[in-house]
């Protein structure tokens, strides 16, 4: 993969566009690719940078040898501090330069662009429709969700337990699940605006008409099944799903 290789979004719509392929590779670099992001991390290797590309894919490599260079470049050494850090802490930090550079890039191509005020306050406020980052990888996106559902419903509790695999045009129907994705709470059955809040573990987006979702029974984070290469075919014979991050979990020292 070649990460100097750019182009030049030049609408509002089209660097939206170009934010949200970014921001799916950091994701899937921070939450899905954890294992493989950890180990391209070594901190004796010289100073890294996590870059997103468009194409929502992600590539841990040195920063661009060109001053000042083309686009703004991530946070520099993101690997000098990853042994001297709890993971999660570490983590954490990544998503939070992560978010910084999102937003360069965005409002460096609206300034080379001429955006006006109106049409970067339109940037901001479609960018600002999804959870950042670090809201993602921090599970703090799935808390606010939550806060949104306040209503329980004590006599439902019973009918949390069966399979957690559907789609999402049946996701209200399905006797077996209320609306305790992430945690073990009584909550009514949600309506389809509530649902509309719920977000994939992988890409941070919401649900969809007729997408197919699938739950992990260890972290209790729900994914898109293309997001996590599960199908509904194959979702029928998975007895406990575990998504790819805590699949991937193991101790560190």
Known sequence: MDSRAQYNPRTVEEVFRDFKGRRAGLIKALTIDVEDFYNQCDPEKENLCLYGFPSEQWEVNLPAEEVPPELPEPVLGINFARDGMQEKDWLSLVAVHSDAW?????????????????DRKRLFNMINELPTVFE????SAKKQTKEKSSVSNHSGSKSKSSSKVVTSNNIFSHLSLTYNYYEDEELDEPDDDEHGETLCGACGEHYGTDEFWICCDICEKWFHGKCVKITPARAEHIKQYKCPSCSNKRARP
């Open 102 to 118: 999102l937003l360069a890039i965005a409002f460096y191509f609206g300034a080379r662009f001429g955006f006006d005020k109106a």
């Open 136 to 139: 993602v990888v921090t599970g």
